[in-house]
T-cell receptor, first 113, second 111 residues
Framework: GQQLNQSPQSMFIQEGEDVSMNCTSS?????WLWYKQEPGEGPVLLIA???AGELTSNGRLTAQFGITRKDSFLNISASIPSDVGIYFC?????????????WGLGTSLAVNP | GAGVSQSPSNKVTEKGKDVELRCDPI?????LYWYRQRLGQGLEFLIY????????KSGLPSDRFSAERTGGSVSTLTIQRTQQEDSAVYLC?????????FGSGTRLTVV
């Protein structure tokens, strides 16, 4: 099925560093979502974006909905060990009642304390 | 309930046996989704229920996989004649709007 291009696939950083990851799509999305998955758990929503150009923050996390509506990025500032996990982007390209998300393959983040 | 509940959390089964995985969505969430996640991989869409509409089964990998949702609430994913490649975490999510809430998943191991 359709998937988003998410990069990088994995990152290994030092505690305190900033992190940036992004997603691109060949089609336009009306909604972008960023999720984090920790071991043994399902993904948890971090940030939701609903408008092109929108920049939204949640604590040390900042995400933007690209102007073309075909991309989004997520930044994490001053990383800490508990940021470890897999980060997924997801987009929704529909109108009407179909709420099926299209998912990226994830960015695995490891933080060295 | 407060969150999406899945059971069992772990299931080990012999190849060829049938398994049933259960999902209790958040009360009032009209949409329910099943995903499969193989080790170290992303989320693979399986099936989507929305209210009383016919489910979107486009992600089911074979006719050994089926799912139902009774009374618009609890859902059961059934895998018949399990194969080793069915080993994965099966995640359920429910939603009322744009964002999904996931359960913790059922880890299925076929030996």
């Amino acid at each position: 099925g359709q998937q988003l291009n998410q990069s990088p696939q994995s990152m290994f950083i030092q505690e305190g560093e900033d992190v940036s990851m992004n997603c691109t799509s060949s089609s336009i999305f009306n909604t972008w979502l960023w999720y984090k998955q920790e071991p043994g758990e399902g993904p948890v929503l971090l940030i939701a974006l609903y408008k092109a150009g929108e920049l939204t923050s949640n604590g040390r996390l900042t995400a933007q909905f690209g102007i073309t509506r075909k991309d989004s990025f997520l930044n994490i500032s001053a990383s800490i060990p508990s940021d470890v996990g897999i980060y997924f982007c997801a987009g929704m390209d529909n109108a009407g009642n179909n709420r099926k998300l299209i998912w990226g393959l994830g960015t695995s983040l490891a933080v060295n304390p | 309930g407060a969150g999406v509940s899945q059971s069992p959390s772990n299931k080990v089964t012999e190849k060829g046996k049938d398994v049933e995985l259960r999902c209790d969505p958040i009360s009032g969430h009209t949409a329910l989704y099943w995903y499969r996640q193989r080790l170290g991989q992303g989320l693979e869409f399986l099936i989507y229920f929305q209210g009383n509409s016919a489910p979107d089964k486009s992600g089911l990998p074979s006719d050994r996989f089926s799912a139902e949702r009774t009374g618009g609430s609890v859902s059961t994913l059934t895998i018949q004649r399990t194969q080793q490649e069915d080993s994965a975490v099966y995640l359920c999510a429910s939603s009322r709007s744009w964002s999904y809430t996931f359960g913790s998943g059922t880890r299925l191991t076929v030996v």
